[in-house]
Structures are given as C-alpha cells and as structure tokens.
Nanobody, 125 residues
C-alpha cells in the first residue's frame, strides 16, 4: 500500500511559479512510477506529467511541456512538480498518482491505483 499527500498549492499571478510536492509512505515507493494529473471545474481529469521509478524517463502533456518539470527523490520518497510561467488556464486541483504495475509512463488515469487528495492551484490574470 502507498499513501500519497500533495502539498505546495496556492494562489499565484500569471507568469509566476509554484512547486508541488507529493510525499509517499511505503518502503517500495522507489519502484513505483508516478504521475501528475489535474482537474478544473466542469472538466475531465487531465494528464500532466509522469516519471518512471528511477527518474530517468519522463513524459509531459503538450500543454505544459517546457513550463513544468517533474522530478523525484527516492531517498525522501517524494516526487515534485515545478511549475513555471503559469497561466490562468493552469488553474485546477492537482493530483499525484502512483502505480506499481509494469506500465511504462502511462498518460491515463486508469494506469494508476494510488491517488493523493489533491492540491488547489489558482493562477490569477
């Protein structure tokens, strides 16, 4: 079992930066792939980024490529999402998710069996 807790959300002006963290419990977390998703009001959950167990492989949605960076520190059981050049359309609840399945860099929410509670990110114009 893995439990995930997001932190670092908040309110920021357009063009600003935020860093989200996903802290995990469980000794096997270092073997899990982790993804970040977001959901805005009235919209479906959207894939943002994913990183494999070692951190060597990453994949991003086109909407955030070049602005967001996913990284992990397995010694600290954390995965981070650095968000730069934020836009009002980035406003959403952001979720981290983890999977122990042998799925390579899944962009689908159905590829992850563990989810955090979400963190609100609001970008003002």
């Amino acid at each position: 079992q893995v439990q995930l807790v997001e932190s670092g959300g908040g309110l920021v002006q357009a063009g600003g930066s935020l860093r989200l963290s996903c802290a995990a419990s469980g000794r096997t977390f270092s073997s899990y792939a982790v993804g970040w998703f977001r959901q805005a009001p009235g919209k479906e959950r959207e894939f943002i980024a994913t990183i494999n167990w070692s951190g060597e492989d990453r994949n991003y949605a086109d909407s955030v490529k070049g602005r967001f960076t996913i990284s992990r520190d397995n010694a600290k059981n954390t995965v981070s999402l650095q968000m730069d050049s934020l836009k009002p359309e980035d406003t959403a609840v952001y979720y981290c998710a983890a999977t122990g399945r042998p799925v390579f860099l899944s962009r689908s929410q159905y590829g992850y069996e563990y989810w955090g509670q979400g963190a609100q990110v609001t970008v003002s114009s």
